[in-house]
């Protein structure tokens, strides 16, 4: 490949990275709180904003207020039967990793967003993509 052409790559992989930066460090966070499992908690309710980050992240929704279970005559419960081929301990290898990932893409986008913005002749231009990345995702929630 030209010189040029690689040149013009770097920039498009630069701009579109600043710009996907805030949504790429939002994903990565509710993902890794998707792989915890912070969400499904029922006793006691996970925090609003645990569920808000859930619901973004399923369901591109914040999600909706629950009506409480009704309680089942003679005091039955209304837990799901657990299914042994999605044992909680069976995965845990995989859970590792899905952490490790997460985290690893949160901190390697924040690392270049660094890179981004303390780069002289790009930074103006880098800051109003980055606010822009920001800025166009909460205006399509808002729709």
């Known amino acids: 490949m030209k010189g040029a052409t690689l040149r013009r790559l770097r920039h498009w992989h630069h701009y579109i990275g600043v710009f996907l930066a805030p949504a790429i460090l939002f994903f990565a966070s509710s993902g890794f709180l ?11 309710p996970p925090p609003a904003w645990v569920s808000w980050m859930a619901g973004i992240h399923k369901k591109q929704a914040a999600p909706k207020p629950r009506p409480p279970a009704p309680a089942r005559p003679g005091g039955a419960s209304t837990a799901k039967p657990v299914d042994e081929h999605h044992d909680a301990e069976a995965f ?19 690392i270049g967003l660094a890179v981004a913005l303390g780069t002289p002749m790009m930074r103006r231009t880098s800051a109003v993509v980055l606010t822009a990345g920001v800025v166009v995702p909460v205006l399509l929630f808002l729709l």
């Open 34 to 44: 998707q792989v915890v499992g912070w969400q499904d908690q029922r006793n006691p």
């Open 92 to 110: 845990v290898p995989l859970k590792v990793f899905a952490l490790l990932t997460a985290l690893g893409l949160f901190l390697t986008t924040l």
